[in-house]
């Protein structure tokens, strides 16, 4: 709950925000950063749709309370791609993740987005009301809201509704489950709050034109995933650079994930830095 986060602004990683895009890129050197060359327990970064192997105790040491976790360590590259291991502890099991999981239907807009447009930078999209009812937010100001709780939980949780607008429920369920592998989950549903603009359309201002419309569709279910599936989308994001084709965000382009990495940034979820 954002009452008990530490949150950013007090943290000296807030000024690194900008730059946490390019430390994404960064490849051990084997001075200043380091790969483990000789661990056989790394596997190459699974492709789309398939699930790695899981240490399912990997995890043991972590507190009871600690019910579901998973972890993925990138140890080594091989011919520049990136070798990975998978630690967990019910990492599959279905829960609600509640705000963790707001994330992922920006990740799906951005895919969305590049897929009819590859030079499209998110960066330069604005999300408005369809009836220019309401304001209008840029695309990386809704999502940097969403996970630092800046204007409020009711807007987080608005916010994070409106961005299913753009896929569906159903549409956006089967695309984490193609991405991940993973067929036992939910997702459903909203997050307690309806979404701040019934039919929302993202704008490009550099283009002028809309790129995506959203639907009036009422949520479905539950939102209930696995600590896998979030490590999965997270790791596919930050080591976008060092996957093979077949493994990335499909047509995610770095010039938007870029944007998506900013404002998740500032999440206020932070207890030791």
Wanted: hydrophobic fraction near 35%; charge should be positive; proline fraction near 5%.
């Amino acid at each position: 709950f954002p009452s008990h986060d530490k949150g950013i602004n007090q943290s000296f990683l807030k000024a690194k925000i900008p730059s946490y895009p390019e430390y994404f890129k960064q490849k051990p050197d084997n001075k200043t950063i380091f790969s483990d060359g000789k661990n056989t327990n790394f596997k190459p970064y699974p492709k789309l749709g398939e699930m790695p192997p899981i240490d399912g105790k990997g995890l043991d040491f972590l507190h009871s309370d600690i019910t579901e976790a998973c972890v993925c360590i990138g140890g080594k590259f091989v011919n520049g791609n990136i070798q990975a291991r998978w630690l967990g502890k019910n990492a599959l099991r279905k829960a609600e993740f509640w705000s963790a999981t707001k994330f992922i239907a920006a990740l799906n807009i951005i895919c969305q987005v590049n897929a009819k447009d590859f030079t499209c930078d998110i960066d330069n999209c604005l999300i408005r009301d369809k009836n220019r009812g309401q304001a209008e937010i840029s695309f990386y100001d809704l999502l940097q809201n969403i996970v630092s709780y800046d204007m409020g939980v009711d807007v987080s949780n608005g916010s994070a509704a409106l961005l299913k607008r753009f896929t569906g429920y159903k549409v956006l369920e089967s695309w984490v489950k193609n991405i991940t592998g993973n067929q036992n989950i939910e997702f459903l549903g909203n997050y307690g709050y309806p979404p701040l603009m019934a039919l929302p359309e993202l704008y490009d201002r550099n283009k002028k034109t809309v790129v995506l419309s959203g639907s009036s569709e009422n949520p479905l279910g539950a939102n209930r995933l696995s600590a896998y599936d979030l490590t999965r989308l997270i790791s596919m994001l930050g080591w976008h650079h060092y996957i093979v084709a077949e493994s990335k965000l499909p047509n995610a382009q770095w010039h938007s994930l870029e944007t998506a990495i900013r404002a998740m940034g500032n999440d206020s979820a932070r207890y030791i830095d």
